[in-house]
């Protein structure tokens, strides 16, 4: 607790048994709380990416051993994890909050830290209905089997064709090389030449033209819990990590956010959501006062790659890549400006660019890629893993929140 001047201003600590005794005595009043927006960061992660290209090289992998090529055999999946582990897309999101933290830490001293930290029930959300008894403990499947509870979802009947007294095959509805899963709402019963002829695609573009039946698919499907599954498994790992930063880390519901927010009047916003974490007795008077104008949107964009090799379409070693990350000053993921002097692209440009031995660096822009010579270059910030620009508080972010 602090002492406030008549001014409002904070003068010095006081224990809470002194300030009892002068709320007693009438020489102190209880002050509110208000809250100030002073910076506003959204971070985006990269997850998404991260996990395509692990999925990408286990393709690779896959299809090596498959071809009988020289490749070791695959490992057994009951490894075992060292305490604390994350697939690499979960500690990416992990260590860029970390990362950005510090750097806030950098800049003003920080006395506590707050964090909306939520948890979901996979196991009813997969149901879509709430989930009670032995019921949530022996799930859906409790007394059958996958196959047996299709046939009797879809009167064993192909759910595209219609077609019953054949041979029907599990089929993914949203297929596993496009990110599906195995759930249970993710497959229907499909007759063999319906199941060849969706294959890998996608449930919308083979039904295009039966928009009803298209319809009653995907409305068994559920909503995807890769959010869910994201925030489980992480929240607690992230508090960890904040703690080393702040000792004093508190952790809020997420319905408490949600009150704040609608109490306040505020819009649905990533930045003012985090506005509105913890307490907040907006009953007795507490407020949010001022909002931040701009919002910093620090999109996480990665140092590059490690692999030494670049792979063809089958995943074997295409061409070397070079050691040497730096040519003539300049690094792949440095944000330049570019002036051109003739040519098509004649004009200033400002991108980011790919590095390459021979001086004829490649310029990414909104409008185009091409290839500009490095004096025609200029540096306006080093690549640090991070591409950072502004948007007025209130418009709609670019960000793909999945948790």
């Not at 007294?165 to 030449?193: D, F, T, W, Y």
């Not at 033209?209 to 607690?236: S, Y």
Request: glycine share 8%; with cysteine; charged share 20%.
């Amino acid at each position: 607790m602090f002492v406030l001047s008549k001014d409002g201003r904070p003068l010095m600590p006081c224990h809470p048994a002194r300030a009892r005794e002068l709320l007693g005595k009438g020489r102190a009043v209880v002050a509110l709380t208000v809250r100030r927006g002073l910076v506003s960061v959204e971070l985006q992660h990269r997850g998404d990416q991260i996990r395509k290209c692990m999925q990408q090289r286990a393709g690779y992998r896959r299809r090596r051993r498959s071809a009988n090529c020289r490749y070791r055999a695959p490992r057994s999946h009951n490894r075992p994890c060292a305490a604390g582990w994350l697939p690499p897309s979960l500690r990416h999101r992990v260590d860029t909050i970390y990362s950005q933290a510090t750097r806030l830490c950098r800049y003003a001293p920080v006395a506590e830290i707050h964090v909306e930290s939520v948890a979901f029930d996979s196991h009813a959300m997969s149901t879509g209905r709430p989930l009670t008894g032995a019921e949530y403990t022996q799930g859906t499947l409790a007394g059958t089997n996958v196959r047996a509870y299709l046939h009797a979802k879809w009167n064993s009947a192909c759910a595209y064709c219609g077609a019953a007294g054949v041979r029907l095959n599990i089929e993914h509805v949203r297929p596993r090389s496009r990110g599906g899963s195995s759930r249970i709402s993710n497959l229907v019963l499909a007759c063999v030449p319906c199941n060849e002829a969706k294959g890998s695609t996608p449930v919308e573009v083979f039904l295009a033209d039966r928009p009803d039946l298209l319809a009653k698919i995907l409305q068994h499907m559920m909503a995807p819990l890769h959010g869910a599954a994201v925030m489980n498994a992480t929240r607690w790992q992230l508090k960890d990590a904040l703690s080393t930063l702040s000792s004093l880390v508190h952790t809020w519901p997420g319905v408490r956010t949600k009150e704040n927010r609608t109490a306040m009047g505020l819009e649905k916003t990533h930045t003012l959501d985090a506005l509105s974490v913890g307490s907040l007795d907006y009953e007795n008077g507490d407020a949010i006062v001022r909002l931040s104008r701009q919002v910093l949107v620090v999109k996480a964009t990665g140092r590059g790659s490690y692999a030494r090799t670049t792979p063809d379409r089958f995943g074997f070693p295409r061409l070397q890549r070079a050691r040497t990350k730096q040519h003539f000053g300049y690094v792949t993921g440095d944000l330049v400006r570019a002036t051109v002097p003739i040519g098509r692209w004649a004009g200033t440009w400002t991108g980011r660019i790919s590095v390459r031995a021979n001086g004829q660096h490649s310029l990414t822009t909104p409008e185009g890629r091409f290839n500009v010579r490095h004096r025609n270059l200029r540096l306006l910030q080093r690549g640090n893993g991070y591409g950072y620009s502004f948007r007025p508080e209130g418009a709609p972010s670019t960000s793909r929140k999945t948790g």
